[in-house]
T-cell receptor, first 113, second 116 residues
């Protein structure tokens, strides 16, 4: 069975601070990894994804994530956050032949102006 | 192009009543998924349709939940009778079907269900 662990439930940062949100997954085989974001009042949307190749993945709005296979991790980073990055962030995995996403519990990011 | 839509956006019902949630996927998307988020917990998979067929319903919590997708277009999720623990946000997502390649799932806004 797949599982995803997000270590931080709520992160509060000031604008221009650097961000790193932790994500660890549990699955022994090939995985596809995702970060989704839900801005206040909006739909869940895909921020970035990793399928194969370069383990450093760049997404929208200056976000990036690094897949470290040996650590079963896929942490999300942004060098300088903005107030508009305030949202809930979800790490998710699809393992093997599965088609459904397995999500972590989400991290609420609050960026103070 | 319209995104995934869900109706209603909010529903408040009493324990024992019936509620039906509706999801309209993006036109042409054969894959349709239902997920649920109970307050404070992770978003959990409920089931997956490919066109009108249930591909995987391993996440359905019990037989009080019935999902249908007649004609392979919109889908409904009925909860009958509703219990307190059914409260949460129900998300629908759809994706194209292109062989075995994963295709991005596009999510609807969710239906917030409150059972009193």
């Amino acid at each position: 069975a797949q599982s995803v662990s997000q270590h931080n439930h709520h992160v509060i940062l000031s604008e221009a601070a650097s961000l790193e949100l932790g994500c660890n997954y549990s699955y022994g085989g090939t995985v596809n990894l995702f970060w989704y974001v839900q801005y206040p009042g909006q739909h869940l949307q895909l921020l970035l994804k990793y399928f194969s190749g370069d383990p450093l993945v760049k997404g929208i709005k200056g976000f990036e994530a690094e897949f470290i296979k040996s650590k079963f991790s896929f942490n999300l980073r942004k060098p300088s956050v903005q107030w508009s990055d305030t949202a809930e962030y979800f790490c998710a995995v699809i393992g093997g032949s599965a088609r459904q996403l397995t999500f972590g519990s989400g991290t609420q990011l609050t960026v103070l102006p | 192009e319209a995104g995934v839509t869900q109706f209603p956006s909010h529903s408040v019902i009493e324990k024992g009543q019936t509620v039906t949630l509706r999801c309209d996927p993006i036109s042409g998307h054969d894959n349709l998924y239902w997920y649920r988020r109970v307050m404070g917990k992770e978003i959990k998979f409920l089931l997956h349709f490919v066109k009108e067929s249930k591909q995987d319903e391993s996440g359905m919590p019990n037989n009080r939940f019935l999902a249908e997708r007649t004609g392979g277009t919109y889908s409904t999720l009925k909860v009958q009778p509703a219990e307190l623990e059914d409260s949460g946000v129900y998300f629908c997502a759809s994706s194209q079907r292109k062989g075995l390649v994963y295709n991005e799932q596009f999510f609807g806004p969710g239906t917030r269900l409150t059972v009193l």
